[in-house]
């Protein structure tokens, strides 16, 4: 994996913020003229760095599998927060989202060791769901007010920026050797611009419940390359686990084949 390879010479902070820089400047073309558009993206930014930190913060202190079942469970407290923010979430939408979050739940349980009892990690990593969670609902709520693409740039500013501070706090800045900028430049285009340029696409189409609940994905793809390249085993329950994950997802538009209303943003 090229990230891990990467990680062997440099901090998460650090890479972080060398990877946003690279995409900022890609999205340069792209930079708002409203301050009011640079606001929401700041403040988008703030709470995805925030998810990012929290979440490599709690992994000092509890294990991987608990920290997968935290984060994954956070496209549950989506649509909650979006209905505050006056975002109605179609009811076979939380069907598919409770189906996933049982799944995230039994693919992080369902491996051989003992997760132990609840810890500083565990809080942390909470903290980092409850980030995700309010960037998706907020982002849920800002997409539809003008040009979707506006909230790209300055959301990888404040990414960017923060993670640059705290790697400068912690005394981690170092000159990036040459498979740090090879895969901080492949991640700034893929995992960052393709990636986020494709998720503010799909709020700007789609209820937000429903964009989070593809995100649930993640966990399933996680345990399916971990296998295919790196060799990793899934025991029973992990597999009925990522099936569950995708039939969560799918459950809404299976809704629409039996004849129900089609999926449909809602204002």
């Known amino acids: 994996m090229p990230v891990k390879e990467a990680m062997g010479y440099t ?41 990012y930190a929290f979440q490599t913060w709690g992994l ?16 549950v407290l989506v649509p ?17 989202m409770g189906i996933a979050a049982a799944g995230v739940a039994i693919l992080a349980l369902g491996g051989g060791g003992p997760l132990g009892p609840a810890s500083f990690g565990d809080f942390l990593t909470v903290l980092g ?3 995700y969670a309010l960037y998706l609902a907020l982002q849920g709520r800002w997409v539809g007010e003008g040009k979707w693409h506006r909230l790209l740039l300055p959301q990888f500013v404040a990414v960017g920026g923060l993670s640059a501070l705290g ?27 393709v ?13 937000t419940g429903y964009a989070a609940l593809v995100l649930a994905l993640e966990p399933a793809f996680a345990a399916l390359f971990g296998w295919w390249l790196l060799g990793e085993t899934l025991v029973g329950l992990q597999i009925l686990g990522a099936g569950l994950i995708l039939l969560g997802i799918l459950w809404p538009n299976v809704w629409a084949l039996l004849g129900k209303p089609t999926l449909q943003r809602v204002e």
């Open 80 to 96: 909650p927060i979006a209905h505050i923010f006056g975002e109605k979430t179609p009811l076979h939408t939380w069907a598919g």
């Open 11 to 51: 901090s998460p902070l650090w890479f972080l913020a060398l990877r946003f820089a690279i995409a900022s400047l890609l999205f340069l073309p792209l930079a708002p003229r409203r301050l009011r558009d640079w606001g929401q993206g700041l403040v988008l930014g703030a709470f995805l760095f925030a998810g």
């Open 60 to 75: 000092v202190y509890t294990t991987a599998q608990k920290s997968g079942l935290i984060t994954g469970l956070s496209v």
């Open 167 to 193: 790697a400068a706090l912690a005394g981690e800045i170092s000159f990036p050797t040459g498979v740090v900028w090879r895969t901080a430049a492949s991640t700034a285009v893929l995992a960052s611009g």
């Open 195 to 207: 990636s986020f340029w494709l998720l503010l696409w799909g709020q700007r189409h789609l209820p």
């Open 129 to 131: 769901a409850i980030s």
